[in-house]
């Protein structure tokens, strides 16, 4: 039994927040959850844990990622700070470094990542490929990703490499092989497959024609879309009734009405915007059409290079119009609903265990103390990691 909690947030339909709080952890699962007064006997417990006054939130669901990668762009960060704007192209410089790394030395790094984002509250993580590019890199970026989560997405969709001399790949060809030799070894490792559907990657008919592939391979979709400006791609996911579209920065009206009717989760990425200096996604506009949003880092070595959802989180509440509460939620129970999860991001009995202890009285302040590492302890599955 964990108790002593201030204030205990478990997203439950009927208490979403409990003051006063204590929590009963059986196995790997949440077994009890309410008042402190109301709490089992000590007697009854195996353990208890006295957090001594701090909140508890469930564990981060970090539903975009990309951590499959060698090398950085420190250099190209440094540019666009100087005023040279984000471009896709960027991402072939990762994928040189990518194709050189060894096996040992991706699974060495997607480690670290994962612990950085785990020493941060973060107990779930979705992880892509798009670096390798090619049938053998695309294949064992995903199953070096698969070591550390279940949520792998094949993103052989990312841009169209460069051809034999060097020059523009080209796109036909390209979508060729991401629908046939590509996804046939990349799909044993995979549960989603995704398309960056954005001008200078892939159009709203290559995505449909790829998306298409992957569900016959048993792949669920999802897309990158409507980040470098208007177009086709958030549309295109709500008409496929796909779980999540993310970026969603350049939205219309019928964007939004589409994302509203379809139920698709708009999956916001802030840190993208901090890094790149475009606009912020307009989450208020998304949560007033009744849009149901998620929050995640997109850890990236190109555009966004950071592991913390914390950090995310106080974005989306400075920039974006959300509340703490709306950003914790999508930080949460919205992250499991971008990866179609009814088992993390919540603390309810039932829900796995994954917690995280914030050395504060309430979830507030993780927005209230931008930078600051409130989180003291997390758990995962039941125990502290």
């Given at each position: 039994?964990?108790?002593?909690?201030?204030?205990?947030?478990?997203?439950?339909?009927?208490?979403?927040?409990?003051?006063?709080?204590?929590?009963?952890?059986?196995?790997?699962?949440?077994?009890?959850?309410?008042?402190?007064?109301?709490?089992?006997?000590?007697?009854?417990?195996?353990?208890?844990?006295?957090?001594?006054?701090?909140?508890?939130?469930?564990?981060?669901?970090?539903?975009?990622?990309?951590?499959?990668?060698?090398?950085?762009?420190?250099?190209?960060?440094?540019?666009?700070?100087?005023?040279?704007?984000?471009?896709?192209?960027?991402?072939?410089?990762?994928?040189?470094?990518?194709?050189?790394?060894?096996?040992?030395?991706?699974?060495?790094?997607?480690?670290?990542?994962?612990?950085?984002?785990?020493?941060?509250?973060?107990?779930?993580?979705?992880?892509?490929?798009?670096?390798?590019?090619?049938?053998?890199?695309?294949?064992?970026?995903?199953?070096?990703?698969?070591?550390?989560?279940?949520?792998?997405?094949?993103?052989?969709?990312?841009?169209?490499?460069?051809?034999?001399?060097?020059?523009?790949?080209?796109?036909?060809?390209?979508?060729?092989?991401?629908?046939?030799?590509?996804?046939?070894?990349?799909?044993?490792?995979?549960?989603?497959?995704?398309?960056?559907?954005?001008?200078?990657?892939?159009?709203?008919?290559?995505?449909?024609?790829?998306?298409?592939?992957?569900?016959?391979?048993?792949?669920?979709?999802?897309?990158?879309?409507?980040?470098?400006?208007?177009?086709?791609?958030?549309r295109l996911a709500a008409e496929l009734g796909l779980v999540a579209v993310d970026h969603c920065t350049y939205l219309d009206d019928a964007d939004v009405d589409a994302l509203a009717?379809?139920?698709?989760?708009?999956?916001?990425?802030?840190?993208?915007?901090?890094?790149?200096?475009?606009?912020?996604?307009?989450?208020?506009?998304?949560?007033?059409?009744?849009?149901?949003?998620?929050?995640?880092?997109?850890?990236?070595?190109?555009?966004?290079?950071?592991?913390?959802?914390?950090?995310?989180?106080?974005?989306?509440?400075?920039?974006?119009?959300?509340?703490?509460?709306?950003?914790?939620?999508?930080?949460?129970?919205?992250?499991?609903?971008?990866l179609d999860r009814t088992d993390v991001g919540r603390l309810t009995p039932g829900a796995a265990a994954d917690l995280v202890v914030l050395d504060a009285p309430d979830h507030r302040?993780?927005?209230?103390?931008?930078?600051?590492?409130?989180?003291?302890?997390?758990?995962?599955?039941?125990?502290?990691?």
């Amino acid at each position: 039994m964990i108790t002593g909690i201030a204030e205990l947030t478990t997203w439950d339909d009927e208490r979403p927040s409990i003051t006063d709080a204590a929590l009963v952890v059986e196995g790997r699962i949440v077994a009890w959850v309410g008042s402190a007064v109301e709490a089992p006997s000590v007697d009854s417990v195996d353990a208890v844990v006295h957090v001594a006054g701090r909140a508890v939130v469930p564990g981060f669901v970090d539903s975009h990622s990309h951590l499959v990668f060698a090398g950085d762009r420190a250099a190209e960060f440094e540019a666009r700070m100087s005023g040279t704007p984000y471009a896709a192209g960027g991402i072939r410089t990762t994928v040189a470094a990518t194709r050189a790394a060894t096996d040992e030395q991706l699974t060495a790094h997607v480690g670290r990542l994962v612990s950085e984002m785990q020493r941060q509250g973060t107990t779930t993580v979705e992880i892509k490929s798009g670096y390798g590019l090619s049938v053998r890199d695309e294949a064992r970026s995903l199953a070096v990703a698969r070591q550390f989560t279940d949520e792998t997405t094949f993103l052989g969709a990312h841009v169209v490499p460069a051809g034999p001399d060097g020059g523009a790949g080209d796109p036909t060809a390209y979508v060729d092989l991401v629908t046939g030799p590509m996804l046939d070894a990349a799909a044993p490792h995979a549960r989603w497959i995704d398309v960056f559907c954005e001008s200078g990657a892939f159009d709203a008919d290559q995505a449909r024609t790829i998306l298409a592939a992957g569900a016959r391979h048993g792949l669920r979709g999802r897309l990158h879309a409507n980040q470098l400006g208007p177009g086709p791609g958030v549309r295109l996911a709500a008409e496929l009734g796909l779980v999540a579209v993310d970026h969603c920065t350049y939205l219309d009206d019928a964007d939004v009405d589409a994302l509203a009717d379809s139920g698709t989760v708009a999956t916001l990425l802030p840190g993208v915007e901090f890094s790149t200096r475009q606009p912020y996604p307009d989450a208020r506009r998304l949560l007033d059409a009744g849009v149901s949003v998620a929050l995640a880092s997109d850890c990236n070595p190109g555009s966004c290079f950071t592991s913390s959802i914390p950090f995310c989180l106080a974005l989306a509440v400075r920039e974006m119009g959300m509340t703490p509460a709306e950003a914790l939620w999508a930080a949460t129970a919205g992250g499991a609903a971008a990866l179609d999860r009814t088992d993390v991001g919540r603390l309810t009995p039932g829900a796995a265990a994954d917690l995280v202890v914030l050395d504060a009285p309430d979830h507030r302040h993780l927005a209230y103390r931008p930078g600051v590492p409130l989180v003291t302890a997390v758990w995962r599955a039941g125990r502290p990691v």
